[in-house]
């Protein structure tokens, strides 16, 4: 490989500040803080991301690895990440998720909430189903991950994602709260990968409104229609 390579990778469901903190140890020369001022207020010509009329790049940044120039800049890695995306995304993707209901950014907005909420990725397609029945009926989208994001960084376990969030976090004001603000986040919680883009895609047709983790530690997830039965698949 080119010794003016370096290879840059980070994982699906991580938020922008996640993908920054990598970078003063990444052997690029890109500063963390001008990476995050791109992202919040591009600059730079994304065409999907000003076709999908989003105000930022998160959510648009591909997850995966990369091999960037050490010289590249934040514009740089911001163009790369972003053209990864626009190349990863199937062309018939914006049509597959207008039938869902959903705008294209939308559809990234509840892919990034799927990405944070499904463990077992079989059950993307599930979960992408309950909140789309969510938003039909009108219910806030009750989403864990939401509340994870308004929070923001948490000094105790030096995470991104608090976890578990305790009874005043679910009080946070903030219009990310999907506990007090119903319908979709205003932006993208975090960059979702390949697999929960096509699960909002391919969201499944269910009764089901509700949906928890499973006792048994797998991380699999027990769907209810009803919200008896919700209570009833609680972990005693």
Known sequence: ?????????????WRS????????QS???VDAADFLDEV???????KIVESSGAGSLEGFLFPGEYQMLRSAD?????????GQFAAQLPAEYAGLVEKKGLSLYESIILASIVQK?????????????????????GMPLQSDPTVQYAVGFDQASGSWWKNPLTESDLQTNSPYNTYLNPGLPPAPICNPGMTALMAVANAMDTPYLYFRAACDGS???VFSATYEEHLAAECQ
């Open 117 to 137: 909420e499904m463990v077992a990725t079989d059950e993307g397609p599930l979960i992408a189903g309950v909140f789309l029945n969510r938003l039909k009926a």
């Open 1 to 13: 490989s080119n010794p003016q390579d370096v290879a840059f990778s980070f994982l699906p469901g």
């Open 27 to 29: 052997g690029l020369a």
């Open 17 to 24: 500040e996640e993908i920054a903190a990598l970078l003063p």
């Open 219 to 221: 991380g699999r997830h």
């Open 74 to 82: 934040a514009q740089d890695l911001a163009a790369a990440l972003t």
């Open 40 to 46: 919040k207020d591009p600059a730079g010509d994304y």
